[in-house]
């Protein structure tokens, strides 16, 4: 049976609607959504599939699901909003916002390195459960209180879970408000876009389950259990399908616990594409969205193992990530599959969400492939 893609889609993008059913078809998806924007305009807003691996409950237009570290790139829009108002200094210490964090040797730990994972907090020395997750001040009060594992500035290690909490804690003290209603008032609000950090329970009806690769857990890293990798990746962890709990949908986890869908994505991520500014909002200057593409640090990631630049919180396009033939292009992707990707010089935003995971934290052939079948069709 023919897989049936809702939704509109550009004729001239008609092979990444092609690409989009495919995967579905041969069963690299059970249920996505994909989007693509271009100069602020939605040009691809597709969906297709089912919720469960059944094949019996469609996926729909207004299904969202966990996009775990996809949750990450918005909360570097929110610290860019701060800093475009004036209220956040991406070069001040983080102390200078959340005076404990002073702790351990952290006085001069700076806001720019919480954001681009040279921290030297990528895990917890204090052995934390996943529903330790779920309590703000519990986690915060022992990231405040833990020493780095390296010199802050020297080196990334991704922080995979940690670096919500920290971007979050300092959005926090600036506006005394959580990241997540921050997020929701300032910047989801305003632009339409449905995206929760912390899903209240009148959503819960709309969201899909994620269905995860193996058993739902992280691998790889189990033969040096003293690497910063191995570190990193054990505490705090939490396994894929505690994504279906209402704990860990309810809990404000914004480097892991978004949920979305590609339209939404792409659409809160099209201002940075575009100068600042998209649908009628005006988010922040063409300065501080440019500021996103100036690289601040790169090298070896002691985490994940590969070579990464990163700017402001994304990662940037380059000869070992080469995911668009433009320089001013950054981009994160989320455990499992979904990605986002934003390119200042095409003024495109690409989403891609998905329930079926794949092994990995920074995306995959399937969305790769349908990237490049974009930018082939460009004018």
């Given at each position: 049976?023919?897989?049936?893609?809702?939704?509109?889609?550009?004729?001239?993008?008609?092979?990444?609607?092609?690409?989009?059913?495919?995967?579905?078809?041969?069963?690299?998806?059970?249920?996505?959504?994909?989007?693509?924007?271009?100069?602020?305009?939605?040009?691809?807003?597709?969906?297709?599939?089912?919720?469960?691996?059944?094949?019996?409950?469609?996926?729909?237009?207004?299904?969202?699901?966990?996009?775990?570290?996809?949750?990450?790139?918005?909360?570097?829009?929110?610290?860019?909003?701060?800093?475009?108002?004036?209220?956040?200094?991406?070069?001040?210490?983080?102390?200078?916002?959340?005076?404990?964090?002073?702790?351990?040797?952290?006085?001069?730990?700076?806001?720019?390195?919480?954001?681009?994972?040279?921290?030297?907090?990528?895990?917890?020395?204090?052995?934390?459960?996943?529903?330790?997750?779920?309590?703000?001040?519990?986690?915060?009060?022992?990231?405040?209180?833990?020493?780095?594992?390296w010199e802050p500035g020297t080196a990334t290690a991704y922080h995979a879970l940690t670096q919500g909490y920290l971007i979050g804690e300092v959005v926090r003290r600036i506006t005394g408000v959580s990241i997540g209603t921050f997020f929701q008032n300032?910047?989801?609000?305003?632009?339409?876009?449905?995206?929760?950090?912390?899903?209240?329970?009148?959503?819960?009806?709309?969201?899909?389950?994620?269905?995860?690769?193996?058993?739902?857990?992280?691998?790889?890293?189990?033969?040096?259990?003293?690497?910063?990798?191995?570190?990193?990746?054990?505490?705090?962890?939490?396994?894929?399908?505690?994504s279906h709990t209402e704990g860990w949908r309810k809990a404000e986890i914004p480097a892991a616990n978004g949920h979305s869908n590609a339209r939404s994505v792409a659409r809160l991520q099209a201002p940075l594409a575009c100068g600042g500014s998209a649908f009628g909002v005006d988010l922040f200057s063409r300065a501080t969205a440019e500021s996103v593409m100036q690289e601040r640090i790169s090298g070896l990631d002691l985490a994940l193992g590969v070579p990464i630049a990163f700017g402001l919180g994304f990662a940037l396009n380059s000869e070992v990530v080469p995911l668009s033939p433009n320089k001013n292009t950054c981009f994160w992707g989320g455990w499992g599959g979904s990605r986002v990707l934003i390119d200042q010089d095409a003024r495109l935003s690409v989403s891609f969400i998905m329930n079926k995971m794949f092994e990995g934290l920074l995306g995959d052939v399937r969305s790769y492939r349908m990237v490049q079948a974009m930018y082939e069709n460009l004018d």
């Open positions: 049976m023919a897989v049936v893609v809702e939704g509109y889609c550009d004729e001239k993008f008609a092979s990444v609607r092609e690409l989009f059913a495919s995967n579905i078809e041969e069963d690299r998806d059970v249920g996505a959504s994909l989007a693509l924007t271009i100069d602020g305009e939605m040009v691809i807003d597709i969906w297709g599939g089912h919720l469960d691996e059944g094949r019996t409950q469609p996926w729909q237009q207004d299904t969202i699901v966990n996009v775990y570290s996809t949750t990450k790139t918005m909360s570097f829009l929110c610290a860019l909003v701060l800093a475009d108002r004036g209220q956040l200094n991406f070069d001040a210490n983080v102390a200078d916002y959340w005076p404990e964090f002073a702790a351990a040797g952290k006085e001069n730990v700076k806001v720019w390195h919480i954001m681009d994972h040279a921290a030297g907090l990528s895990g917890m020395d204090v052995a934390v459960t996943p529903e330790d997750l779920y309590d703000w001040e519990k986690i915060v009060n022992l990231l405040a209180e833990q020493a780095p594992w300032e910047i989801a609000g305003p632009l339409a876009a449905d995206f929760y950090i912390g899903v209240p329970e009148s959503e819960f009806a709309r969201i899909g389950n994620l269905f995860p690769a193996g058993d739902g857990r992280l691998h790889g890293t189990e033969d040096d259990p003293d690497s910063i990798a191995s570190r990193t990746f054990s505490n705090p962890f939490s396994p894929a399908l505690y």
